[in-house]
Each structure stands twice: as structure tokens, then as C-alpha cells.
């Protein structure tokens, strides 16, 4: 298994492009199941892409990975699924009309996003059978409300055996109102919707930005969406879908974390590719720690804050702070003068990499859904193990403030969803190295 080992203290300095987002790429991806053919630009290399192509291959979609060829950023020995072979980001997609409906355990287990096949599952073939996703750590995430909704539309729905089985005999457009903003709830909806029969209206529906891509995509291909964005989105049903080519957008949580190691270490750090107005909730917090970044069109530059102090947010949907960004913030408020607050809203138990932040010598107790920090701590390197995917990411901006060295153990949660994260550190002058970890 994969670790990473980082030594501390080393300044960040350079340009670094922040690549396609995972929470776009995915659902967009799952769409394929609608039907037709398209080309997709910007999609990122990471092991949930990965997960996402075997799903489709298996469900009958044919994905081909096109353009100039030009060596992966990731070029090395010990490297996740894709890492390390040749990579553009340029893919053509085309359902190939197959009867195939299964998304397996297998596939599932590893990636919970894998139910946003049931949605273009259902619409396009009536028909999907998907492994029920399970636990997971950072809490019991069901999916109760993507198949309240699909049963709204008209499908039938049944569990055996950890399978959910759905069918239908043809979805209709529905008044679907959210008990909560679920994000890949939202998603899965939209898609279902757009070749439903009749007006779908998604009320209390998720605002992130990532479904307003997936809406914007579907529109070049036709699909007849009004209101994404808002809290409330408007679906006419179409009959199919056309061709297009689109760009999938960039990733506010890897621009999110970029933008905290740059408050930690920055030497001026330039971060490429992002639109600032999809992440003012995370610039706000930074501002109010002291941090000045400077926006130049699709870059924001930033150097370390000189020096931090303690601030208090609350994890929320969009447009508030994101709960992906939670465990990246924490290091920054552990060296902060005086004291921070973190309220999760989201997640019920999301600060699993809290304790090994404290065992390198941060100050946080947690108190229900609430971390409390107690700032002017000195990290120190130690060695760590990674839960899940942000939390690798909160770990790895730990390690590189801390003083000495750091190992983090199963970095293979961060290949999940960070496009080759110790190379890019490393262009910025990071000491990190991906090394195999001595098995027991
Ligand atoms: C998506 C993101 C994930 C992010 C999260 C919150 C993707 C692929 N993943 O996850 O990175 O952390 O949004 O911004 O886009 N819930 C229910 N029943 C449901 C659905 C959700 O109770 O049917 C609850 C969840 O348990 C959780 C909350 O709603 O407490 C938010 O979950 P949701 O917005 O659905 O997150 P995901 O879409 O899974």
C-alpha cells in the first residue's frame, strides 16, 4: 500500500493548475447512460474517474481516452489505476444501446457516487439494479431520498439481498420536493428527469456548482433544464439527447486546498484555472484569518499570512462552506493566534482525522458535531493514517507545516480524488514522496 512521507517546512512557490472536478466529472460521466455520444474535455485523472469508466464499460458504455498523448504528471513507480499511463483528459463517450442494468457490489463499495446510475438507468432503460452503498465513515449517508423520488416518477422499487431493484414502466415528470439538499440526490433527478415524460420540479434542490455543470452539459445536449443553480429546477422531458463537446469545470475543493497550503507556506503561490466567485465561502474564511489573495481573472495568487488568526464556521451546503474543506482548514486554525470553532452540519462524523492531527501536536477537542481548536500550536511530524479522502488531504497539509517528518498511511483514500497531488506539491517545492509502505 501506498504512504506518503513529507518533510516540513518547506516553502510553497510557483504555479499550479488546478485540474477538472470529481464531483462534475462523475455525474456527468453516469449521464453517458442516457444515451447517444459525446466528448468530454478536462476530465481529471484519479481512481474514482477509474471506478467510474470499469461501471460504464459494464453497463455497455464505450469510453475512449483521445487527443496528444503527453506523458501523466504522475510518471512513476508506485502510482494508483491511471497514474502513470498516459493521460489527456480528452475522452469520447457513446453508449453503445447494450441491455445490461447492474452497477455490482464491487464497484459500488468502493465509490458511493456509483448510484448515479439509477437515475439515466432508469429513464433510458426502466430498469437498474445497484448494490446498496453502505456505511461509510464519515457517516450512514443513505440514499432514502433518491428513491422516494424515483418512486414519485413512477418507479418501483425493491431491496433484496443488499441490491436495490428499480423498474418502471416509463418515469413521469413529477413535483419532487428535497427534504434536504442532497447534492448527488439532486443529480440523480435531473438526469432521471430529462427524458421522463412531462415537467419535472426539483423544490429545496442542491445549488453547488457542480450541478449546474451537469445541467449546463445536458443543455448542449438538448435537454430542457431551467433553474439550476436555484433551490428550485425546472425539467422538461425531451425524448433523447445529441451530440456535444464540453469542458467539464475546475475543482473548488483541490483549488480549496492549494489555496490553505499556500496560507501555510506560501511563498507566493499561483493557482491557476479557477473561477474566485465558486469559492468565496472558502476565500471569506481565509480573509478573515488574515490571508490576501490577489484575483487576476482565472488566478488567484496568495502567500502565506503572515500571521493567522483563529476564526469560527459552519460546514454548509453551497453557497456555504464546504464540508470537503473541512479537515484541509483545520491545520491552518491549529497554528493560528487564539481560538477556532468548526461546526459540521453535514456529515455526522466527519473529524476522524482530528486525533491524528492532535498526535502531531494540534489542540483540537471535539464536542458533538463541533471542533474546538485551541490555536498557537507547533505541529510536529509524526506518522499518520489517512480515513478517507479529505481528511488524506487535511493530513497532507499537516505534514507539510509540521516541523521533522511525516508518513501518511493508505494515501490510496487521496488518489480517490486529488489529480496527483505529491507531484504538483512537489513543482511548488514541497518535500513529499509516495512510497510503499513496509507491510507488517
Ligand atoms: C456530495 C459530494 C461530496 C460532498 C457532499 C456534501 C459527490 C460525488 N459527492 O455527496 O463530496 O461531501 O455532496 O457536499 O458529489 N442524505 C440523506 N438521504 C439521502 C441523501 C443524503 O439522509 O438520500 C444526507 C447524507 O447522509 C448527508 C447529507 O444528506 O448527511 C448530505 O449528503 P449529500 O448532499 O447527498 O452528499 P452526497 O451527494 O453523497
Request: overall charge neutral; proline content about 5%; glycine content about 10%.
Amino acid at each position: 500500500m501506498d504512504a506518503f512521507r513529507i518533510v516540513g517546512g518547506h516553502p510553497l512557490r510557483g504555479t499550479v493548475k488546478v485540474s477538472g472536478s470529481k464531483n462534475a466529472a462523475l455525474p456527468i460521466l453516469f449521464s453517458s447512460l442516457l444515451g447517444g455520444n459525446f466528448t468530454l474535455r478536462n476530465v481529471p485523472c484519479l481512481r474514482d474517474v477509474q471506478t467510474t469508466l470499469s461501471l460504464l464499460k459494464q453497463l455497455g458504455v464505450a469510453t475512449e481516452s483521445l487527443g496528444e498523448k503527453k506523458p501523466s504528471p504522475s510518471k512513476g513507480k508506485h502510482l494508483p489505476a491511471g497514474q502513470g499511463q498516459e493521460w489527456t483528459g480528452l475522452f469520447s463517450i457513446s453508449d453503445q444501446g447494450g441491455a445490461e442494468y447492474e452497477a455490482p457490489y464491487d464497484l459500488v463499495r468502493t465509490m458511493r457516487a456509483s448510484v448515479l446510475c439509477l437515475g439515466p438507468l432508469l429513464a433510458r432503460k426502466r430498469r437498474a439494479r445497484v448494490s446498496l452503498p453502505g456505511g461509510c465513515l464519515i457517516g450512514a449517508r443513505p440514499i432514502d431520498i433518491h428513491l422516494k423520488s424515483f418512486e414519485k416518477m413512477g418507479a418501483r422499487i425493491t431491496i433484496h439481498h443488499g441490491y436495490i431493484d428499480a423498474e418502471t414502466k416509463g418515469l413521469k415528470g413529477s413535483e419532487i420536493i428535497l427534504p434536504y439538499p442532497t447534492v448527488t440526490g439532486t443529480e440523480n433527478i435531473l438526469m432521471a428527469a430529462v427524458l421522463a415524460r412531462g415537467t419535472t420540479t426539483i423544490q429545496n434542490a442542491a445549488k453547488e456548482p457542480e450541478v449546474i455543470d451537469l445541467a449546463n452539459f445536458l443543455l448542449a445536449r438538448g435537454a430542457k433544464i431551467k433553474g439550476a443553480g436555484t433551490s428550485s429546477i425546472t425539467i422538461e422531458g425531451v425524448t433523447d439527447l445529441h451530440d456535444t463537446e464540453y469542458a467539464i469545470m475546475f475543482d473548488r475543493i483541490e483549488a480549496g486546498t492549494f489555496l490553505v497550503g499556500a496560507a501555510l507556506l506560501g511563498d507566493r503561490v499561483r493557482i491557476e484555472g479557477v473561477d474566485p466567485s465558486r469559492i468565496t465561502s472558502i476565500l471569506r474564511v481565509l480573509l478573515n484569518m488574515g490571508a490576501e489573495p490577489i484575483m487576476e481573472g482565472d488566478t488567484i495568487t496568495l502567500g502565506a499570512i503572515a500571521n493567522p488568526v483563529g476564526t469560527s464556521l459552519r460546514t454548509l451546503p453551497y453557497p456555504g462552506f464546504p464540508t470537503d474543506m473541512q479537515a484541509q482548514i483545520l491545520p491552518l486554525m491549529a497554528i493560528s493566534k487564539g481560538a477556532s470553532s468548526v461546526i459540521e452540519t453535514v456529515f455526522e462524523n466527519r473529524f476522524t482525522h482530528v486525533m491524528e492531527m492532535n498526535r502531531m501536536g494540534a489542540d483540537i477537542e471535539i464536542h458533538g458535531s463541533q471542533a474546538i481548536v485551541r490555536g498557537g500550536s507547533r505541529l510536529e511530524g509524526a506518522t499518520v493514517m489517512a480515513s478517507d479522502l479529505r481528511a488524506s488531504a487535511g493530513l497532507v497539509l499537516a505534514g507539510l507545516v509540521a516541523e521533522g517528518e511525516t508518513e501518511i498511511k493508505r494515501v490510496y483514500h487521496i488518489d480517490r480524488g486529488y489529480e496527483a497531488i505529491e507531484k504538483k506539491l512537489e513543482s511548488l517545492g514541497a518535500r513529499i514522496k509516495r512510497i510503499q509502505e513496509d507491510l507488517p
